[in-house]
Nanobody, 127 residues
């Protein structure tokens, strides 16, 4: 599957953004889609993951209650709604598809369990 992210931009602290991750090739298979982010000088970290078959989700503690991941199967698109944004949320955000790992194991949001990475979209939160 090929994934393309969009929706990044510049927003003030406390504001909101919605990121989109669209599959350009529909494989007809169910998989999990994860959102990750990487700030300058830091390792890539998991933000949230969703099962496209049944909508189960996991979130990183740092975003739980502020971010919401959702899936629109008809549009082959996974969204990340980001509210109450903070300057520390500034990063390049990526989406990726799981590599066949059981969904129950994806709660760790380990980037090594994912592949087919998109090109990323920049999110900048000003204070």
């Amino acid at each position: 599957v090929q994934l393309v992210e969009s929706g990044g931009g510049l927003v003030q602290a406390g504001g909101s953004l919605r990121l989109s991750c669209t599959a350009s090739e529909f494989t007809g298979e169910d998989y999990a889609i994860g959102w990750f982010r990487q700030a300058p000088g830091k390792e890539r970290e998991g933000v949230a993951v969703i099962s496209t078959s049944d909508g189960r989700t996991y979130y990183a503690a740092s975003v739980k209650g502020r971010f919401t991941i959702s899936n629109d199967q008809a549009k082959n698109t996974v969204y990340l709604q980001m509210n109450s944004l903070r300057p520390e949320d500034t990063a390049v955000y990526y989406c990726a598809a799981d590599l066949g790992v059981e969904f129950e194991q994806l709660w760790t949001l380990d980037p090594d369990d994912f592949g087919s990475w998109g090109q990323g979209t920049q999110v900048t939160v000003s204070s």
